[in-house]
């Protein structure tokens, strides 16, 4: 990246990071396949989120959460950052809110100086669905033809097109939601745009049996899956807090993270609590740097389940956030805005 000592700051609104890039699948895939290849040959440095959860003493029933989640990438990109990123339950009952709200905040590793600030929202979104789309890539049979996605949300709808630009072999998906309605709408969006049937349900568990591959992003408070649903060779892929029980994840012959280091300091992730219950060691894991850089072959065996989980990795928003501020820069898009005309102390 150029370093520079203008404190001047390109500040990127959602519509904006659309017209950038964002909701495009395919690179976002390969932008979280890029980053956990540099995260396992050690070109990162991300350490686990900082997570605030209120009212003060919810603990894990926290009504919303600010995560603070910095990172440096190294190699070629040589670029700093943090996503400030927050939910609120309430945010689900009051229309025109999301659920997730997030800002990124790009800086020049050098003069640190911040150079652009975007709604990181549907990075969020893309980015979450595309992690949980190359676990599908890396993990589902051969010869998987279906999926079940479980929360038909905003990253119910990224998973939609996460899954069928990363696993192209999946010719049919359920998409399950609590409220039916909200499965029915994402299906008509997506009728016409992949060679792919969707068939929304409100009973999840009722169509497990017959798919290859389970993935879940709902806001589901407690865990919904249970060991009746593990078949020979499925793959189960959580995204959200803890949507299979702690005897679902242990009885997997695989259990695979997204960033081992940090997965064990968030307590509602089953791998946190297996491990601090000294039931679960970081050689016992896959990691996904270890799926994208080829140093995981697979199944040893086509009856083995795997379960998959991710928090979430601060440097996917930030890989992302500056591919996307390089394609504005390159536009002409977004207000710049300064830290100063002349700073008043250096
Ligand atoms: N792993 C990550 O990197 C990451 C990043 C962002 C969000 N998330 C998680 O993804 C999840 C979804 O986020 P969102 O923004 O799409 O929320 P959202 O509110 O837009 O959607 C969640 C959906 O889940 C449904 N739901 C809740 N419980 C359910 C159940 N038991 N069965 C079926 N459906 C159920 C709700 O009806 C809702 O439609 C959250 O848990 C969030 O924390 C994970």
Known sequence: MIHSIDPSILFLQEEEVIKAGALDMKMTLDAVEETYALLGQGQIINPPKTHIA??????ANWGSFFNSMPC?????????????AAESKKNATIPGIPYGIDITVLSDPETVLPFCILDGTLITAMRTSAVAGVFAKHTVPKDATTALLVGAGVVGRTAVM????????????????LDVTKAEGIAADYKNVYDVEIIPTADAKSVAGEVDVVITQTTARSPFIDKSWLKPGLTIINMGSME????TVKESDIIA???WDQIITYDSKAAAQLYKAGELTKDQVVELSDMVLGKWNGRTDAAQTINCSSLGLGALDIMIGYKLFLKAQEMGIGT?????????WE
Request: charged share 25%.
């Open 54 to 59: 209120m009212p003060i003493g919810s603990g």
């Open 162 to 177: 996460a899954v069928c630009e990363a696993v192209p072999q999946i010719k049919k998906i359920y998409l399950a939601d």
């Open 72 to 84: 440096y990438i190294g190699g070629d990109y040589n670029v700093g950052g943090t996503k400030w």
């Open 244 to 247: 299979a029980d702690l005897e």
């Open 336 to 344: 710049m805005v300064k830290l100063w005309d002349k700073p008043l």
């Open 257 to 259: 993270v997204d960033y």
